[in-house]
Each structure stands twice: as C-alpha cells, then as structure tokens.
Antibody, heavy 116, light 106 residues
Framework: QVQLVESGGGVVQPGGSLRLSCEVSGLTFRNNGMHWVRQAPGKGLEWLTFIRAAGDDKYYADSVEGRFSISRDDSRNMLYLQMNSLTIEDTAVYYC?????????WGQGTLVTVTS | EKVMTQSPATLSVSPGERVTLSCRASQSIGTNVAWYQQNLGQAPRLLLYGASIRATGVPARFSGSGSGTEFTLTISSLQSEDLGVYYCQHFDGWPWAFGPGTKVEF
C-alpha cells in the first residue's frame, strides 16, 4: 500500500533552517506530483508547495515563497522541503501529500517547532 | 488568489442526524473543490473531489454538491466516527487554499 513517512522535524531557533524529508513507497514515485501541507497547533490546514512529476514545475504559497524550497530525488523515492529563515509562525506539523490531482494520500506528519 | 470560507465554524449534532456543511469560494472555481475529514490527532483524509465524487472507500452517506462559488458537503446520517473537522479546498489554479474548517461535534 501507499506509504508516506516524513522525517527531519525538530526544534529550531528563529532565523534557522531545517530540511524535511518524505520517503514514499507503494507507488511509482517518479510518476506523481507531490505537495507539502502544514498545520499549526490547534489551527487549520495550509497548503504550502507542489512539485510536478519530473520536477520541472514548482508552486508555492505566498507565506513561504522565497524561504522554502521543494525538491525530489526520484532515484530514492524521496521528497524534500528546505526551510530557511524560519519564524515562530512556521511552527506546525508538516505533511507530505501525494497528488492525484487532489491530496489523496497523506503522511502522519513531522512537527517543526520554532522557538528561542 | 482564491479564498475559501466555511460555515458554520462549529456544528453540534446528534447521532443519526442529517448534516450539511457549506463552503464558499471568493471566485468561481467550477467544480474544482475537494473535501477532507480530520479526526483528532490524525492526518486528514480525502472524502470528495470534483465537488461530488467520493474517494475510494468513502461511505455513501457522504455526498457533495455545488459549482462556481457555493459548495455543500452532506452527511445523510451522522455516525460517531464522523466527528471531527471538515475542510474544503480548491484546486483551481495556484496557489491552492483550504477553508478554515467546520468542527462537527456532539
């Protein structure tokens, strides 16, 4: 079955950086677009970014444009989110999600806490 | 940028009750809307896409309707496992956006 497993979350200071990873199995990863979605504690869902299969198209929410970067390694079935210039408002659970072309398979999320 | 709104914010219901959740888009999005359910402590789950198409494994008591700017998710007879937060989301151009959610509780 399709599985998405995020990793790389943790505690980071404001202004710091973090790279999240998502290992995907149970499907032909290179044929699928992928998203990152986040959820701040006690808040709703926020779509962040999308990368098309083959990685030639990427889109970002205004809130992370220029600070976050999505990438993929099809040889390793891995999705990444590089997060720079982090602020307290970036504290959230970050979900890796498969595109279908809606959000049909979700990982369990990884928690990022930005605090001084 | 298209903004999604949902109403009500919270809905208090009884088991077996018919439940109707509303979602509105700030601009016309055709039927490019999806609905997700999130139970406490879990990742969201896709329920419907294309406004009315049930995702694989979703019970028939869930149905959706609407087009343009007004959308509805209906649960015909609420079960205890249906409690949680429901989000609508548009996929009509970038950036995508979710509504703020409707919490369904007893």
């Amino acid at each position: 079955q399709v599985q998405l497993v995020e990793s790389g979350g943790g505690v980071v200071q404001p202004g710091g950086s973090l790279r999240l990873s998502c290992e995907v199995s149970g499907l032909t990863f290179r044929n699928n677009g992928m998203h990152w979605v986040r959820q701040a504690p006690g808040k709703g869902l926020e779509w962040l970014t999308f990368i098309r299969a083959a990685g030639d198209d990427k889109y970002y929410a205004d809130s992370v444009e220029g600070r976050f970067s999505i990438s993929r390694d099809d040889s390793r079935n891995m999705l990444y989110l590089q997060m720079n210039s982090l602020t307290i408002e970036d504290t959230a659970v970050y979900y890796c999600v498969k595109d279908s072309p809606v959000l049909d398979y979700w990982g369990q999320g990884t928690l990022v806490t930005v605090t001084s | 940028e298209k903004v999604m709104t949902q109403s009500p914010a919270t809905l208090s219901v009884s088991p077996g009750e018919r439940v109707t959740l509303s979602c509105r888009a700030s601009q016309s999005i055709g039927t490019n809307v999806a609905w997700y359910q999130q139970n406490l402590g879990q990742a969201p789950r896709l329920l419907l896409y294309g406004a009315s198409i049930r995702a694989t494994g979703v019970p028939a008591r869930f149905s959706g309707s609407g087009s343009g700017t007004e959308f509805t998710l209906t649960i015909s007879s609420l079960q205890s496992e249906d409690l949680g937060v429901y989000y609508c989301q548009h996929f009509d151009g970038w950036p995508w956006a979710f509504g703020p959610g409707t919490k369904v509780e007893f």
